[in-house]
Nanobody
Framework: QVQLVESGGGLVQAGGSLRLSCAAS????????MGWYRQAPGRQRELVAR???????NYADSVKGRFTISRDNAKNTVYLQMNSLKPEDTAIYYC??????????WGQGTQVTVSS
């Protein structure tokens, strides 16, 4: 059973930065995309950023220019650098991995709280 383990969440003041990491507990074969989603209280889970095996990225409009996603294929790890954080970024952030066989893996979530 593969587990995705997230770290790096916490409490930060508006304007601050956090770096999230997500590592797989063991090698996942044929990873296609790796990404981050978030869910705020009372809202649906939404895509924050995603990166393909080839390095192509896409971001939610609300985080463009502030967040950067990257991955280390050798370590099956994905990162999310979050700068200029805003209170509206407060949410539980989930790591997601999708293989070429369309198998989905999810992390347990890490809380990010941005105070004003």
């Amino acid at each position: 059973q593969v587990q995705l383990v997230e770290s790096g969440g916490g409490l930060v003041q508006a304007g601050g930065s956090l770096r999230l990491s997500c590592a797989a507990s063991r090698t996942i074969e044929s990873i296609n995309t790796m990404g981050w989603y978030r869910q705020a209280p009372g809202r649906q889970r939404e895509l924050v950023a995603r990166i393909t095996s080839g390095g192509s990225t896409n971001y939610a409009d609300s985080v463009k220019g502030r967040f950067t996603i990257s991955r280390d294929n050798a370590k099956n790890t994905v990162y999310l650098q979050m700068n200029s954080l805003k209170p509206e970024d407060t949410a539980i952030y989930y790591c997601n991995v999708v293989t070429y066989r369309l198998v989905n893996y999810w992390g347990q979530g890490t809380q990010v709280t941005v105070s004003s």
